[in-house]
């Protein structure tokens, strides 16, 4: 007769599951807000509209994930900032539609499940709620041998947010003559980490060495700085009245995601000079010989979250905005767009990589 075998002879730790829906419990109720009826354990999460204030709500949802960084999280061995990344990702995807970020899911799937890595990554998406105002309502947690290699996990998250309906921002708002502002990045924030991780192997550094553009940390930690959540400041300038556009600048950058809010009659022209290029976008432009076009295309380059704003509430928009945290760049205007034209156009690219 052969020996018998349970679920964790199979790689699969029910009570390491359970033990972590215990440690994260008290997690998810520190973001509570109007609207939560639930807490962690059901089989589905509600959240009521009207207790949250809605009277005509549209519905918005997005869903992301941190990519790559991942790695980077793994070899430094520091996952508690990730989850501010998975959040970041999803929640600034709403509020440029004018939503406010209501409710927030996780899936959270490795190869081997530890209780105090676990906590520390959905520590991080706790975090990412608070700052986005949104709850942590509900998630996944998966335990997969064999699908995950040793030490590998994998994010990705779900929020929905709401707008009443004759708040919801559209591309046919934006005009030409609206100004363009730029809201600086905390760094690279989440995307192009395939290529940073080319760099850092060219560089021969380890994530422990100090990194060479922020002496002050190490190189997995400067990497690893969290998407910057731009929900609250960009909630609190459209009370203004004045905004006509956002666009949260991802993989792709200005030239792929500006053009996303525009109408087919709109371009957007922008000053290289206007921002400056933070020192980590700058090393990784000379170890990896990455050129300023190639890194634009691929990183934020500086610029994080990009607001159009009609030109006489440019100050207006400006003010809350900086009043909220946020460091407001002048990026250009937005004009005309000949038929055959790009729809985003940067002036003195090479000499502001150069300068």
């Known amino acids: 007769m052969s020996d018998t075998l349970s679920y964790k002879d199979a790689g699969v730790d029910i009570d390491a599951g359970e033990a972590l829906v215990e440690e994260i419990k008290p997690l998810a109720r520190s973001t509570d807000r109007p609207g939560t009826l639930s807490g962690l ?5 509600l959240f009521d509209l009207k207790a949250a204030g809605f009277n005509d709500p549209v519905l918005v949802a997005g869903t992301d994930g ?29 509020v440029v539609q004018g939503a406010e970020p209501l409710f927030f899911l996780d899936y959270y799937a490795t190869g ?108 997995g930690a400067a990497l690893l700085a969290p998407t910057r959540i731009y929900v609250k400041s960009c909630l609190a300038a459209l009370k203004t009245g004045g905004i006509t556009g956002l666009a949260h600048i991802t993989g792709g950058g200005l030239w792929e995601n500006i053009p996303r809010v525009l109408p087919d009659d709109c371009a957007t022209r922008l000053d290289a000079a206007s921002w400056g290029i933070p020192p980590v976008f700058r090393w990784l432009a000379e170890v990896g010989g990455v050129p300023p076009r190639e890194m634009a295309r691929t990183f934020n380059c500086g610029i994080g979250m990009v607001v159009l704003c009609a030109p006489d509430q440019a100050e207006a928009v400006s003010r809350v905005l900086t009043d909220s945290g946020e460091t407001v760049l002048r990026l250009g205007l937005v004009e005309a767009r000949d038929a055959e034209g790009p729809a985003v156009l940067i002036d003195g690219l090479d000499a502001a990589w150069h300068g």
């Open 66 to 94: 941190v990519g790559t960084k991942l790695k980077v999280a793994i070899a430094a061995q520091r996952h508690d900032t990730v989850g501010i990344d998975l959040v970041a990702m999803c929640v600034n995807d709403l």
């Open 112 to 219: 081997k499940l530890l209780v105090e890595e676990g906590r520390a990554i959905i520590g991080g998406i706790a975090e990412g709620c608070r700052r986005a105002g949104c709850a942590l309502i509900g998630g996944e947690t998966a335990e997969m041998p064999g699908m995950y290699g040793d030490g590998d996990y994998d994010l990705a998250g779900f929020a929905v947010g709401a707008v009443e309906r004759d708040r919801l921002l559209r591309n046919d708002s934006v005009r030409p003559g609206d100004v363009v502002l730029g809201l600086a990045s905390d760094g690279i924030h989440s995307n192009g980490y395939s290529l940073v991780r080319k760099i850092v192997e060219r560089s021969g550094l380890s994530y422990d060495d100090p990194a060479p553009f922020e002496s002050s940390k190490s190189l």
């Open 41 to 45: 354990g059901g089989f589905g999460a």
